[in-house]
T-cell receptor
């Protein structure tokens, strides 16, 4: 399985600011995914990031709020823009393996005051 | 069509007992059904997965049973241990270059010593 790291592991931010979350994989992968997990809830897909193309966003998520970069096959960033307390969640990146399995990073725990 | 329904929401089992978590799906295009285990403060870890061409898959103490006609699948944890206490998520995905996962709502398992 791929080894995935995320930075920061947690952060406390003020309302109206933005935070960029980094996701690094130890091997080249085609697809990277970003999920949100609200407190005590399940995971919801935010967007799919394919290297060299624009990210594809799920219903309810927009690029202005959650801009994503995918500059190469091992790295991606998710920015949470103009944050409000409702954005307090765990943000997780994941990657596909060649066998179709999906592996998750440790997550970034975001608290917005 | 995209929903995956999971039950029960919480489960308490005695050490050595069998834990059973159930999921049902609607979209017949789903062809991959993984289970994830998540400990507090950690990202979800892939536990076991099944494709609909088989009715059962076993890995150690963990077994997936799959009923294609009923559109249901379940996770059985044999000889449950306190270390199995975690949140379990079922998920499903469709064929394609980007296998976005649709998650169930999660089951919080507590195994009593």
């Amino acid at each position: 399985s791929a080894v995935i790291s995320q930075k920061p592991s947690r952060d406390i931010c003020q309302r109206g600011t933005s935070l960029t979350i980094q996701c690094q994989v130890d091997s080249q992968v085609t697809m990277m995914f970003w999920y949100r997990q609200q407190p005590g809830q399940s995971l919801t897909l935010i967007a799919t990031a394919n290297q060299g193309s624009e990210a594809t966003y799920e219903s309810g998520f927009v690029i202005d709020k959650f801009p994503i970069s995918r500059p190469n096959l091992t790295f991606s960033t998710l920015t949470v823009s103009n944050m409000s307390p409702e954005d307090s969640s765990i943000y997780l990146c994941s990657v596909d393996s060649v066998r179709g399995e999906q592996f998750f990073g440790p997550g970034t725990r975001l608290t917005v005051l | 069509q995209q929903q995956v329904k999971q039950s029960p929401q919480s489960l308490i089992v005695q050490k050595g007992g069998i834990s059973i978590i159930n999921c049902a799906y609607e979209n017949t295009a789903f062809d991959y059904f993984p289970w994830y285990q998540q400990f507090p403060g950690k990202g979800p870890a892939l536990l076991i997965a099944i494709r609909p061409d088989v009715s059962e898959k076993k890995e150690g103490r963990f077994t997936i049973s799959f009923n294609k006609s009923a559109k249901q699948f379940s996770l059985h944890i044999m000889d449950s241990q306190p270390g199995d206490s975690a949140t379990y998520f079922c998920a499903a995905s469709r064929p394609g270059s980007a296998r976005q996962l649709t998650f169930g709502s999660g089951t919080q398992l507590t195994v009593l010593p």
